[in-house]
């Protein structure tokens, strides 16, 4: 979502503001264009200089004696966000009233889109009627908060003040340019491939990271989907997910089935296991024991299950295919599905594991749509992009 966003970072006068040079820096690693506006007094916290090195260009200081003519309005057109970091408690103050008198506040009061602001100041600044009532209006105004978190405060004093990590205002910026087109949408994702136990050690599994997945969760959430994900693998960090651990096919539908009826899309990435040992040993097997055979059965099949549910969600499917796509044709034909992910795992950037993906669309009367090699969270806004449009065609006008 940041790759590629142009972000306007305003620095005010708070002794965080050393903390904004790391912000930056996590900006433009992300991908994003990022031009920088500061205060006066933010200038004697942080040098002009050092924000000018990391993002290629120089701050907005003085609105009078700037090469632009126009600074603050240059920068509110050129923007897709502006992130105040940190936001002093005057900041606050001039930003409830409506007052333009700096640069930073100037900049954001000419700007139309979304604005996210990290207050950093002592514990008494921040609960002081004047700055509650402040924080109060701006939320009202739309004005995104993120922070302030409790810890050690300059000067030894401990408390609530302390601006959010610069991780925290990334993953607030990324949430406040997502679309929030999800919301009110219950999602339920399956990732991860799933493993079959031989024995107590010993499983069948597969390659699968569980990374398309997360991917496609992530995208809900942030999108302001409630999402559930059932997963093999490690989950993303992100406490909007529900996250379901399981291990087996036989774990993986039982979740999946419970949950689907109730949600209204269901999108499975899941690398399921189609046959798992018909009887896994209960005890270790050991060399000497011998084993000719692994006799297999077959798993569930998720994806029919939820498929001839009377009240079933949306559903995308997703299909793995070494060489051609007969098979992810034939099964979006055969399987009811809405929308049906085929990938070809053998090609180079678009196996299991890699951050990357290549794949094609397959709708259900089989007809096909190749997408270019992407990142995976790329593709996973993509997808989302695309239910939406597809969801949308479905409802009754
Ligand atoms: C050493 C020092 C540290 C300060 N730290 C903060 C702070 O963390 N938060 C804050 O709201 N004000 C802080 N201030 C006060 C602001 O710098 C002062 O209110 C200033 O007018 C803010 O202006 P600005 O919002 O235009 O940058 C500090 C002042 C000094 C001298």
């Given amino acids: 979502m940041i790759a590629s966003r142009r972000i306007v970072l305003g620095v005010t006068g708070g002794i965080a503001a050393y903390k904004a040079a790391a912000l930056a820096r996590a900006l433009v690693l992300a991908g994003a264009e990022v031009r920088t506006v500061m205060t006066d007094s933010a200038t004697r916290f942080l040098g002009p200089a050092t924000l000018a090195a990391i993002t290629g260009t120089r701050p907005v200081v003085d609105l009078f004696d700037d090469p632009a003519v126009s600074p603050h309005t240059d920068l509110a057109a050129w923007a897709d966000l502006v992130v105040i970091a940190p936001a002093t408690t005057a900041t606050l103050a001039r930003l409830a009233a409506g007052l333009s008198s700096d640069a930073v506040s100037a900049t954001v009061i000419a700007f139309a889109g979304p604005v996210v602001l990290a207050p950093a100041m002592h514990t008494e600044m921040w609960e002081h009627p004047a700055t509650v009532r402040n924080v109060a209006t701006l939320r009202d105004d739309g004005y995104r908060i993120v922070g302030p978190a409790a810890g050690p405060l300059a000067g030894g004093d401990v408390g609530i003040g302390r601006m959010a990590e610069p991780d925290d205002i990334v993953s607030a910026i990324d949430a406040a340019l997502a679309p929030g087109d999800l919301e009110g949408l219950r999602v339920l994702v399956d990732a991860g491939g799933t493993r079959e136990p031989i024995d107590p050690v010993r499983y069948i599994g597969n390659r699968s990271s569980g990374k398309m997945g997360n991917a496609i969760a992530r995208a809900a959430a942030r999108r302001g989907a409630a999402v559930t994900l059932v997963t093999t693998a490690e989950p993303p960090d992100d406490d909007r997910i529900e996250v379901v651990p399981v291990e087996t096919a036989q774990e993986m539908a039982e979740a999946?089935?419970?949950?689907?009826?109730?949600?209204?899309?269901?999108?499975?990435?899941?690398?399921?296991?189609?046959?798992?040992?018909?009887?896994?040993?209960?005890?270790?097997?050991?060399?000497?024991?011998?084993?000719?055979?692994?006799?297999?059965?077959p798993t569930p099949d998720i994806l029919r299950g939820i498929a001839e549910m009377p009240e079933r969600p949306f559903l995308v499917g997703f299909a793995a295919q070494v060489g051609d796509l007969a098979g992810a044709v034939d099964k979006a034909r055969s399987k009811g599905v809405d929308l049906l992910v085929a990938n070809d795992v053998s090609k180079e950037g678009s196996g299991f594991g890699t951050d990357t993906n290549e794949v094609v669309l397959v709708a259900p009367d089989g007809a096909t749509e190749t997408w270019p090699l992407l990142a995976k969270d790329e593709v996973a806004e993509r997808l989302w992009d695309r239910i939406v449009a597809l969801r949308g065609e479905e409802a009754p006008t």
């Avoid at 269901?266 to 011998?290: I, M, N, S, Y």
């Fill in 256 to 297: 999946m089935w419970r949950r689907a009826p109730e949600v209204d899309v269901a999108v499975l990435a899941a690398a399921v296991a189609d046959f798992r040992p018909a009887r896994p040993a209960d005890r270790k097997l050991r060399r000497t024991d011998g084993l000719e055979a692994v006799p297999l059965e």
